[in-house]
């Protein structure tokens, strides 16, 4: 589990047709089913999803973010065979407070199956750019097919990043692209 501060900075891309961010990367697939944030609830020191508990022993310290915010973005990511639930507070900007725990994949599962969850379906590839940061490029299907969105997580909102050339207009802090918008809405 992380409990800080996510920063990140958000892109479109250029150079789509020959797609230079394939060499050297890893690619997985990853489904992103969106929770409706009132349902999740916290007993003791427990997570529950509409009545359903999807998450045991959460430390005192996740306990207190997770009752001081409000306005969480959740979600349930699979990814290869791994089931992730995350809690992303308001974002300003570049930074969110984010939450994230493994969880049972079969809970996971029973949980998305049991809603219609606003979902998005995308291939990841991940590149270590020069400079020695990651790059995860997020090649969306389905409804999304042709969006392509780069994003590049740092240390500080300051920190010095080495843009690679196929990357095009920053799309940091524009609620319309963000994944959850994206699930919810579609193109904006």
């Known amino acids: 589990m992380d409990g ?32 409706h944030s009132p349902d999740i609830s916290l007993r003791d020191s427990s997570l529950f999803y509409k009545g359903q508990n999807i998450l045991n022993n959460i430390t005192p310290e996740q306990k ?22 995350t809690l992303k507070g308001k974002r300003t900007h570049s930074s969110a407070l984010e939450l994230e725990w493994t ?37 969306f299907e389905g409804d999304l097919r042709n ?19 196929w990357v095009g207009e920053e799309i940091t802090g524009l609620h319309q692209w963000s994944n959850s918008n994206l699930a919810r809405y579609g193109w904006p």
């Open 147 to 165: 969006l392509i969105i780069a994003e590049v997580e740092l240390p500080s909102e300051d920190y010095p990043v080495v843009i690679p050339s």
């Open 103 to 139: 969880i049972d994949g079969v809970t996971a599962t029973h949980i998305v199956e049991q809603m219609e969850c606003p979902t998005v379906i995308k291939t990841r590839h991940v590149w270590t750019g020069p400079d020695g940061l990651v790059w995860e490029i997020d090649v």
């Open 4 to 35: 800080d501060l996510e920063i990140e900075r958000r892109f479109f891309l250029n150079e789509r047709e020959s797609q230079p961010w394939k060499l050297n990367s890893i690619a997985s697939k990853i489904r992103q089913c969106y929770l």
């Open 64 to 85: 207190n973010i997770f009752l001081l915010n409000n306005e969480w973005t959740s979600r349930i990511r699979f990814r290869d065979d791994c089931a992730t639930l």
